[in-house]
Nanobody, 127 residues
Framework: QVQLVDSGGDSVQAGGSLRLSCTAS????????MGWFRQGPGKEREGVSC????????HYGDSVKGRFTISRDNTKNTLYLQMNSLKPEDTANYFC????????????????????WGQGTQVTVSS
């Protein structure tokens, strides 16, 4: 069974840090580009960051540049998102997602093109 399991969400104060993880089973992440997406209350799902299959190409949304870092460990079949200097507007349900590696688009993270999704993990940042 193909599955992505998101974890690491929590409630933190503004300025704090969290690291999200996304562990894959039933597929080998080396065959996939990956992304992190989020959906806040009453908002559309947006691309936070995405990474090529090798990790050599990354992209960040403007609102998280300089604060978030995406990484992956293909030997552990795991994707990460290090989130620093968190702000209340980062509050959202965060999802990891995968797309076949040849479908990766450098420069942006189109949610509609990612076809394997985790269940989401909630991040709440209070002021």
């Amino acid at each position: 069974q193909v599955q992505l399991v998101d974890s690491g969400g929590d409630s933190v104060q503004a300025g704090g840090s969290l690291r999200l993880s996304c562990t894959a089973s039933g597929l080998s992440l080396v065959d996939y580009a990956m992304g992190w997406f989020r959906q806040g209350p009453g908002k559309e799902r947006e691309g936070v960051s995405c990474i090529s299959w090798s990790g050599g190409i990354t992209h960040y949304g403007d609102s998280v540049k300089g604060r978030f870092t995406i990484s992956r460990d293909n030997t552990k079949n795991t994707l990460y998102l290090q989130m620093n200097s968190l702000k209340p507007e980062d509050t959202a349900n965060y999802f990891c997602a995968a797309v076949e590696r040849m479908q990766f688009r450098a420069g942006y993270c189109p949610a509609k093109e990612y076809n394997i999704w985790g269940q989401g993990t909630q991040v709440t940042v209070s002021s």
